[in-house]
């Protein structure tokens, strides 16, 4: 389509990333191949020393592939994305893109379980050093910043306690210091916040989640600015190998075609189930971006376009609280991941976060009690009337842990 920069969000999420096919289909084909024949010798020859545009091999480069990539680079604004195999094969690019031994990363606390681990696991023993903050704090980060720090990373809302990093503030102080800043936007989705444009230099997703939105894909992708970073991260990505395939590109560009959709009704729907625990006798504390009582509240409201559709909350009767509930829900399914049609429900202390260790977690502010919805697309008051249910089976017996 011509002049997709020029339409609304909605209409790019139909339009964004098809092109002119053979035979006219308005869904791109699936190139479900491997390799790619050359018209001749200087043909192939030209293709490998970049003097011509076509498609070598599908680890470098697919049609299918790339019109999802180019699909995501326009909803976020970007210049050009690189689909990966997963979430953290996404992350992983990125910090072997951006980073060398003797090099400091600065993490957010409030990060998803396996980033954390990869941190401290493999990144550590390449040499490179990671400084975990709390992102809500710009204090923090600011004073974590030194000679060596080469790349400062934050999810927005953070995983799983929905704290609220200032975007902007943050790129400022990366960009006053030489450094880049990598915002993990899969909580929010391009439907609802823009990194770019509050200064990011990098916005990566797992595209398992809000993207695809239909628990069908393992994907991720990482978007750039300009075409010399491109270029160097598909070197990396290349090399590593961590590329996602034809299928599972068509599957998540098939969802992107709903997302506006989505994320209204994610939205809508976790705003009221985030005011129907706030206010039952059973829930502790509430941490959602919608609520008044976040102590980011204002800060979601300038960069974010809505408050999504995770809700962590607290039970006054901690761990075993959760357990009850959670074993007594029927639609919120007992389940890891998020952003899909259907409600999950979670304990990220035994789940996501579990490779974390009990004090990391607790210095994310992740206590033993702490549940996390994936609020769906079901009708809003069969999702309350099944929390009732499981709430009715909660212990309101307070443990001798940190609630």
């Not at 031994?101 to 681990?117: E, H, K, L, Q, S």
């Amino acid at each position: 389509m011509e002049n997709i920069e020029d339409t609304y969000f909605e209409t790019k999420c139909v339009h964004s990333g098809i092109k002119d096919y053979e035979y006219g289909p308005v869904v791109p084909p699936i190139y479900q191949t491997s390799t790619f024949k050359f018209k001749s010798a200087a043909h192939g020859a030209a293709l490998f020393a970049g003097e011509e545009k076509g498609y070598i091999y599908t680890r470098m480069g697919n049609p299918t592939i790339e019109a999802m990539e180019d699909s995501v680079a326009e909803l976020e604004g970007g210049h050009k994305a690189l689909g990966c195999g997963s979430g953290m094969a996404a992350v992983h690019t990125v910090f072997a893109a951006l980073t060398q031994t003797g090099d400091n990363v600065i993490c957010c606390r409030a990060a998803y379980g396996p980033t954390t681990t990869l941190l401290n696991s493999i990144m550590k023993r390449y040499g490179v050093e990671t400084t975990f903050v709390d992102a809500s704090n710009i204090e923090e980060v600011q004073n974590a910043v030194n000679g060596r720090t080469r790349v400062i990373y934050i999810e927005t809302p953070g995983n799983p306690t929905l704290s609220i990093a200032d975007i902007e503030g943050i790129a400022a102080i990366a960009h006053k210091n030489g450094t880049m800043l990598v915002v993990d936007n899969t909580f929010m989705s391009p439907a609802l916040q823009k990194p770019f444009e509050f200064g990011a230099d990098i916005v990566l997703h797992s595209m398992t989640k809000f993207l695809n939105g239909h628990a069908d894909v393992i994907g991720g992708v990482v978007v750039v600015k300009d075409e010399e970073t491109y270029r160097e991260f598909r070197k990396v990505l290349n090399q590593i190998g961590g590329v996602i395939d034809p299928f599972n590109s068509f599957l998540v560009h098939r969802g992107i075609k709903t997302l506006a959709l989505r994320m209204e009704r994610h939205c809508e729907s976790a705003m009221k189930i985030a005011e129907y625990l706030e206010s039952h006798q059973a829930v502790s504390n509430v941490m959602f971006p919608g609520l008044p009582g976040h102590p980011q509240y204002r800060l979601a409201r300038k960069q974010q376009k809505g408050p999504g559709g995770l809700i962590s909350f607290k039970l006054k009767g901690g761990y075993r609280a959760g357990q009850n509930m959670m074993n007594n829900v029927k639609l919120f399914q007992l389940a890891v991941s998020l952003g899909g049609v259907e409600s999950l429900i979670q304990h990220p202390a035994s789940m996501t976060h579990a490779s974390m260790g009990r004090e990391a977690r607790s210095d994310a502010g992740i206590c033993e009690g702490l549940v996390r919805l994936s609020v769906g697309i079901e009708n809003v008051n069969d999702l309350i009337h099944d929390l009732e249910r499981g709430l009715e089976k909660v212990d309101d017996v307070r443990e001798a842990v940190m609630i």
